[in-house]
């Protein structure tokens, strides 16, 4: 049997030669961002990170405004994400982004929180994506001239949760809180959603604080640069300190 045996190593050569790009030209990443209204369309970051995410990469805004690491649970919507690695899976690789505190920290302590996220990252991880942890965005209210920063337990929360999973984290909540403060209380005022709303952010907004989620991601991930279209005027700008409108 002189074939089987000359053709088996033909064989595996050639598995060999189409197994080689498989594993340098991985499949795209399939972005699912959830959180709370910080995140979502019309006033979180994820539309304005959405937009510098490049083809054949894609994603989805999963935000729920005024959702907590429970309530996003119980109205179905992480059911929806589930559901949507599941169906991205062959195409693409998932990763889920997970990005809640401003309204947990109105309704659960610290450690229901971290456990909660720590629910979320394993569901994510069995369904076959990969999580990752965003500590929340800041606040843009001054006290004493400087950011008042009352997320920082659950800053310190987020990063926990992810460091005992072992998962990556971006730190969202101390990149924008330095850059509220360096860019001052008088130009933070742009990216009001509506007067007098410092937590929401407008177009403006989303497109600085996308920008910054995809340079920090970047950072943690710069096997994704391929997907992610640079701005570099504007992170210039926002690694400076210096006050950005989003027009760069
Ligand atoms: C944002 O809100 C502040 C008051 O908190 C107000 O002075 C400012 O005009 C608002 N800016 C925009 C662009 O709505
Ligand atoms: C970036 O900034 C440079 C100089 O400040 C400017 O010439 C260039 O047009 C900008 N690029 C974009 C894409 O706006
Ligand atoms: C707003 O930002 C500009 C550019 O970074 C800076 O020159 C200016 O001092 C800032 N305004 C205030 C009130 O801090
Ligand atoms: C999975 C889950 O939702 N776990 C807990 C999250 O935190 C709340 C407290 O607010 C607990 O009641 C849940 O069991």
């Known amino acids: 049997m002189k074939l089987p045996q000359v053709l088996f190593p033909i064989a595996a050569l050639l598995g060999q030669i189409n197994a080689a790009p498989q594993s340098r030209n991985q499949k795209p990443p399939y972005f699912i961002l959830t959180g709370d209204s910080t995140v979502a369309v019309n006033g979180g970051w994820g539309d304005g990170f959405l937009r510098y995410v490049k083809e054949p990469a894609a994603g989805i805004n999963a935000g729920k405004s005024?959702?907590?690491?429970?309530?996003?649970?119980?109205?179905?919507?992480?059911?929806?994400?589930?559901?949507?690695i599941?169906?991205?899976?062959?195409?693409?690789?998932?990763?889920?982004?997970i990005q809640f505190g401003h309204n947990d920290q109105k309704v659960m302590t610290l450690d229901e929180y971290q456990s909660n996220l720590t629910s979320l990252i394993t569901e994510v991880k069995t369904a076959g994506g990969t999580p990752i942890i965003i500590t929340s965005l800041t606040r843009r209210t001054f006290s004493g001239g400087a950011v008042v920063q009352n997320l920082e337990d659950w800053r310190q929360a987020a990063i926990a949760a992810a460091e005992e999973n072992s998962i990556k984290f971006l730190d969202l909540n101390i990149?924008?809180?330095?850059?509220?403060?360096?860019?001052?209380?008088e130009n933070a005022t742009y990216y009001n959603l509506s007067a007098g709303d410092k937590t929401h952010l407008n177009v403006a907004g989303e497109t600085v604080f996308g920008r910054m989620v995809a340079d920090l991601l970047l950072r943690k991930r710069p096997d994704l640069r391929h997907y992610i279209i640079p701005n570099r005027n504007l992170s210039a700008k926002i690694w400076a300190g210096e006050f950005a409108t989003g027009d760069e």
């Open 86 to 97: 599941e169906e991205h899976l062959e195409e693409y690789r998932p990763i889920v982004t």
């Open 66 to 84: 005024g959702a907590t690491t429970v309530s996003f649970r119980a109205n179905g919507k992480w059911d929806a994400v589930l559901e949507g």
């Open 175 to 185: 990149a924008s809180t330095d850059y509220i403060n360096a860019i001052g209380s």
